[in-house]
């Protein structure tokens, strides 16, 4: 069964103060890791995908990497606007499991002026 | 541009009652999906579909069922209503494995 385990759960920053978000997961294989962002009373809002170990994306302040068993987003000199819920899900190869999504639980990103 | 649409937003039910969310997407995908996202539990697939006149379950499908009559169209259905029904509903599509382009989700709660 494909998990996927975030942390923390909320985080609270000040303006500018860069910092990290954990995305592990278990997987039979990989097909591909996302990154989401969620504005309260708003759909999930899709930010990256990521295929293989070493790989890295970059948007504006936010830097995804990816590992073999987990990813990090990074997020540099945040703003109060980056505030949102981040979730991170895994796609898995394989028949039954082909396109479908498991997600994490999120983690709550709070950045104070 | 509406990408994908959800109809209703809210909706308020009473336990044993019956009702239908609709999912609407422009983008010609393949692959639509229903989640379900409740305040500690995260977003679980409830049922999917990869092509018109197809469904199949996904990880929490008791107490709902689907259909895919039409390519642009996917309906979540309850047939009787249960207070645990009580979440956010998200419908989301895919054409590839880029990711999901979600709803904006409607707010059903069961009284």
């Known amino acids: 069964e494909d998990q996927v385990t975030q942390s923390p759960e909320a985080l609270r920053l000040q303006e500018g103060e860069s910092s990290s978000l954990n995305c592990s997961y278990t997987v039979s294989g990989l097909r591909g890791l996302f990154w989401y962002r969620q504005d309260p009373g708003k759909g999930p809002e899709f930010l990256f995908t990521l295929y293989s170990a070493g790989e890295e994306k970059e948007k504006e302040r936010l830097k995804a990497t990816l590992t073999k068993k987990e990813s990090f987003l990074h997020i540099t000199a945040p703003k109060p606007e980056d505030s949102a819920t981040y979730l991170c899900?895994?796609?898995?190869?394989?028949?039954?499991?082909?396109?479908?999504?498991?997600f994490g639980k999120g983690t709550l990103l709070t950045v104070n002026p | 541009n509406a990408g994908v649409t959800q109809t209703p937003k809210f909706r308020v039910l009473k336990t044993g009652q019956s009702m239908t969310l609709l999912c609407a997407q422009d983008m010609n995908h393949e692959y639509m999906y229903w989640y379900r996202q409740d305040p500690g539990m995260g977003l679980r697939l409830i049922h999917y579909?990869?092509?018109?006149?197809?469904?199949a379950k996904g990880e929490v499908p008791d107490g709902y069922n689907v259909s895919r009559l039409k390519k642009q169209n996917f309906l979540l259905g309850l047939e009787s209503a249960a207070p645990s029904q009580t979440s956010v509903y998200f419908c989301a599509s895919a054409g590839q494995v880029y990711g999901y382009t979600f709803g904006s989700g409607t707010r059903l709660t069961v009284v």
């Open positions: 899900a895994v796609q898995a190869v394989g028949g039954g499991s082909n396109y479908k999504l498991t």
């Open positions: 579909s990869v092509g018109e006149g197809t469904t």
